[in-house]
């Protein structure tokens, strides 16, 4: 079974916007983690570097000057001692006289650059990041005002550094600390999303499978009690498109059997005439006379079937929705004076006046957006129509009215008929329906053909009377007057 490329999974969509997130949240987790467990690690630190930074300098600016200078300053040996007593970093000092000259501690250790303008506040504890010997260190450092020079603005340098080992370690296992517990949290978090989707979207495998358990002539709606309220809105369309579905279903099936029924009778007709045509040329009976009228019977029933077949390719073709898109200018003054003209040799067998009014075929101004032959068939169906109901020397006339403001072209064909009463107009436009007190031998699809083309062309479609009942004359009804209005445009000057 071969697989849509652009079919895709909604439980898969969802579960990407669900863990997609996850996941690029996570590594900026673990960046953030990393940053914070630094400062966290690196402020107890930097206060004990600081202790020992500013100790020192209280020694240093204790130092008794002799004979006005200031001697070379000499660590104790157990503070020395303790400085260098760290198992895990090593600690550098050095101390700068006034005129900055190394008095004692390490020469490697670089000496801050001020910068323009800047003030040198006196026991301000500042720090710094700096490297000796290739390795990183962190500078805790201060000026130290000396004892007994009050007002002077000499003063003496003091910074204490050490590496970081210690805080790399306190960092690494504040990490490990945070983010281990994340490592079992996460495919946890990823399973119960995994679940939860599961749960949440079987409702609609459960939908899925009281459908596909469905009879296919099961067109009644689904239940919707046992359905989440986000998937409700697409089963009400459902249940509508089966409940129109059901309906020409219907309709199609009520359709199909009239068919059947009124092709049985003129069939029956057929072979009736056929099998006593037979048994009188058997029997030896036979006459040319009633073989002629056999004949005759058999052609009549013969083209009355043909014309109903003929009736319901032309409703086929008017509900192909396909056909009816395929459209262009239709002249419709042409279309109606060559319907008329193939029309004129039967009116005149049933002494019927059958004309034609409007502009001819050159001298139309408008033209309609449709389908030529459906067009036709429509003005057929008008005009066969008119011609079966009108007596003899009644009058049927097809006329042709374009709006002068190049809106609309308007079809019109009238009779001196019977009439329709107003109860049964909208019921002349159902498939095989006769008008009661006619004994009009037709097929009973001409009239639901012109409605449905109407329909697939958007126009608009009246019945009405020619005239009152009181004034139509003697021997003659009110008569039928059919007007189609189609949307048009003036013709477009080549």
Known sequence: MAVNSEQRSLFGEI???????????????????????????????????????????????????????????????????????????????????????????????????????????????????????????????????????????????????????????????????VILPQFVILPLAVLLVWMALARGIAPLNDLQRRIRSRESSDLSPIDERRIPDEVAPLVRAINDLLQRLDQSLSAQKHFLADAAHQLKTPLAGLRTQAEFAQREIDEGRSSPAELKRSLQHISLSSQRAAHMVNQLLAMARAEDQEHAMRRSEVNLSELAIETVRDFVPRAMDKRIDLGFEGPDESGSTLRINGQPLLIRELIRNLVDNALLYTPEHGTVTVRVVEDPFGQVSVLQVEDSGPGIPESEREKVFQPFYRALGTNVDGSGLGLAIVREIVQQHGAELTLDETRSRREAPEGQGPGARFTVRFAAHPLLQG
């Open 15 to 177: 579960l990407d916007w669900l863990l997609a997130p996850l996941l690029v949240i996570w590594p900026v987790s673990v960046a953030l983690t990393w940053l914070v467990a630094q400062g966290i690690a690196a402020r107890p630190y930097d206060r004990e570097l600081g202790e020992m930074a500013r100790n020192l300098g209280l020694q240093v600016a204790a130092v008794k000057a002799e004979n006005g200078k200031r001697s070379r300053y000499a660590l104790a040996p157990e503070a020395a001692a303790l400085l260098r007593a760290d198992a895990n970093d090593t600690v550098y000092y050095q101390v700068l006289g006034l005129r900055g000259e190394l008095l004692n501690g390490d020469a490697q250790l670089p000496v801050p650059e001020l910068e323009p303008g800047q003030t040198i506040v006196p026991w301000a504890l500042n720090f710094r990041d700096e490297e000796v010997a290739g390795e990183p260190v962190r500078v805790a450092y201060l000026w130290v005002a000396p004892e007994g020079m009050a007002g002077s603005t000499q003063m003496m340098f003091v910074q204490v550094a050490e590496t970081l080992g210690k805080r790399a370690r306190l960092t690494n296992d504040i990490i490990k600390g």
